[in-house]
């Protein structure tokens, strides 16, 4: 009998055995998924710019090697050393923020990298992930002590200052994420009703207000339910990102062999690369992409559920907004739903800086898991 019992506990195992696998093996498929489609959506614009196919490809197996040394020391060190060093750590992300509006290069009217030799940094993504650290370490304080969140505070401020810097390059895509994550990691930890709603209205005045202080984006937005009716300027983009999504069906073309990064789709390998995935995987491909994500966001919740502590719940909370929440951004973006902005696609679009960040934070998010399951041992 003892056998039989033995043999249906095994038969009833699970999958993974820890949440923190399964978040490895979801990063390691995306990985895969995400470098056959830089290499497939970049190969014509690279050979007709710099005289290789493979340009872009090889720069993005050097971001993964980076971004799998990030991931090591991150899950390597317990995740509470970040609240420690976090001063350090925002003075070299202000410093960079301030020093990219002088030295950085002008690439379509936005300063927004630092040369470092051979390949670039962009200090506005590292901004994302400390951004999610200041405001962890605030709300986990004030959960514990069991006193009521406010938005009106020294750590939202410095929050604020850091988006605002990221509003001079212009980049006001990541300056709304680097200020609303951790808005929403306040509205998800108990922030009272009537603050909410006082926060809302703040941002919809203050959304406003930088949408028309510059009047390309009030024009996107304008054309965002309509694309075709400026198909050839301010909706061209969405257009072709639309047609491209079509043109794929069921299946897709095929590896490869989607034709709308023969120069029809701007930013084919970067913000709009799932179009060109979805063109050569089809609605198949794109349903897979879809089913990766809400894993992530499932097993990450569990994660977070049993945190050793709130520090380590609220953080991973952050964490997940910003893996699933940029992913559903830039979905809603591709798919037609929101006006353009840069946010990139979570390991599927080409982006240095971008994807050693968010390697780093599954580091982090791995090892709260693993400090959750041995209770800090």
């Not at 992530?296 to 050793?308: C, E, G, L, M, S």
């Amino acid at each position: 009998m003892a056998d039989v019992r033995k043999s249906n506990s095994n038969s009833g195992k699970k999958f993974w055995t820890s949440d923190m696998e399964a978040i490895i093996a979801i990063m390691v498929v995306l990985l895969i998924l995400g470098t056959i489609n830089v290499f497939s959506s970049s190969f014509i614009f690279a050979e007709a710019e710099f005289d290789s196919p493979y340009f872009f490809l090889k720069r993005h197996v050097a971001n993964i090697v980076a971004g799998l040394a990030a991931f090591g020391v991150c899950f390597h060190f317990d995740y509470h050393v970040w609240r420690r060093w976090i001063v350090i750590i925002l003075i070299f992300t202000v410093a960079a923020l301030i020093l990219v509006l002088f030295i950085g290069p002008s690439v379509n009217g936005a300063r927004r990298w630092l040369p470092l030799g051979i390949t670039q940094f962009q200090p506005a993504e590292l901004a994302k992930l400390v951004s999610i650290m200041i405001a962890a370490a605030y709300i986990s304080v004030k959960i514990k002590l069991g006193q009521e969140l406010s938005y009106w505070t020294l750590q939202m401020g410095i929050i604020a200052f850091i988006a605002g810097l990221t509003e001079l390059e212009p980049d006001l895509g990541t300056a709304t994420i680097i200020f609303g994550i951790p808005l929403a990691m306040l509205i998800t930890s108990g922030l009272s009703r009537k603050k909410v709603l006082q926060l809302l209205g703040m941002a919809v005045a203050g959304a406003a207000i930088l949408i028309i202080r510059e009047p390309y984006r009030l024009e996107r937005l304008k054309i965002t339910y309509d694309p075709w009716s400026d198909a050839q300027d301010y909706g061209y983009q969405t257009v072709q990102s639309l047609s491209a999504i079509g043109s794929g069906e069921l299946t897709g073309m095929g590896l490869g062999v989607g034709v709308s990064k023969y120069d029809y789709l701007p930013e084919a390998h970067t913000d709009f690369a799932f179009a060109i995935f979805c063109q050569e995987n089809g609605f198949l491909g794109a349903i897979f992409v879809f089913l990766l994500f809400s894993a992530f966001a499932v097993y990450a919740a569990r994660i977070a559920n049993k945190a050793q502590d709130e520090y380590g719940q609220v953080l991973s909370m952050g964490i997940i907004l910003l893996v699933v929440g940029q992913a559903i951004a830039n979905l809603l973006m591709v798919g037609g739903m929101t006006p353009v902005v840069g946010v990139p696609l979570p390991f599927i679009s080409y982006g240095g800086t971008s994807l050693i960040v968010t390697m780093a934070a599954i580091g982090i998010l791995v090892n709260i898991g693993k400090q959750g399951d041995t209770g800090g041992g």
